[in-house]
């Protein structure tokens, strides 16, 4: 779970889908908070969280020097990174108190203008024939991939446009996704394999929504440029 996604109580903003899937967060046999990025954090500070603490015992390590104080399982123990610094523990509580998570709050503010940036960015391309678009986002992650004849020179397309567009300074990613991922392939597209490698756009600023007409723009000149329009 991106930590982005537990940092507005209220969610109304977020898909049904989404909405459903946090509903059943307490049926989850374990849990991932990354406060990566949105969380204004480095790599380092995120977590697993256990439903069942015995889990631990398929992480634990021995060492000779350390943990004889408790038979208790230790987090030095079962880390996935054994011992960690409580720097990045100190630094997302200090963002928290600088940044709460609180309904229509300015982080909570911020995570909605990306997310109506991306959504904004998925209409484009959604509407536009050049392209296939994935699954609507329910953050401020957008999928999308070339049209063509098949999965194959679409995926050869998609690493044309990303090195055009990185030439105009527009930095996508590439992405190996499977081909379902893309529900409005026609039938009629040759699909050789089952993956698609198509282009991913992370609009994670808020400052991204005014963005977008020229995000778009660029990726539009890049696109042309590849498909010889």
């Known amino acids: 779970m991106d930590f982005a996604c537990i940092a507005t109580p209220r969610m109304a903003d977020i898909s049904e889908d989404a909405r459903n899937a946090f509903d059943r967060i307490q049926d989850a046999d374990s849990i991932v908070i990354d406060p990566h990025k949105h969380g204004l954090q480095p790599y380092g ?16 390590h021995d060492s000779p020097y350390t943990y004889f104080s408790s038979k208790e399982l230790h987090l030095g123990e079962i880390s996935l990174e054994c011992s960690r610094p409580g720097a990045t523990a100190v630094a997302l509580w200090a963002t ?4 709460p998570l609180e309904s229509n709050g300015e982080f909570a503010n911020g995570l909605k203008r990306c997310r109506e940036a991306a959504l904004e960015f998925h209409r484009r391309l959604s509407s536009d024939k ?3 678009a994935g699954f609507s ?18 995926s050869a397309l998609s690493k044309k446009i ?3 567009a990185a030439r105009r300074n ?6 190996e996704l499977p ?13 050789e394999r089952t993956s698609l490698t198509c282009l991913r756009s992370v609009l994670m600023k808020p400052e991204h929504r005014e963005w977008v007409p020229q995000i778009w723009e660029i990726l539009s000149q890049s696109a042309n440029e590849v498909l010889g329009r």
């Open 137 to 154: 986002p329910e953050l401020d992650i957008v999928i999308f991939a070339p049209r063509s004849a098949s999965l194959s020179e679409s």
């Open 130 to 132: 050049r392209f296939w």
């Open 96 to 99: 928290q108190k600088l940044l």
């Open 170 to 175: 527009l930095h996508l990613a590439v992405a």
């Open 179 to 191: 081909a379902k991922f893309f529900q409005v392939i026609p039938e009629n597209v040759k699909e």
């Open 45 to 60: 500070c995120g977590c697993v969280l256990f439903r069942d603490p015995n889990v631990g015992r398929f992480y634990k």
């Open 162 to 164: 990303f090195e055009v």
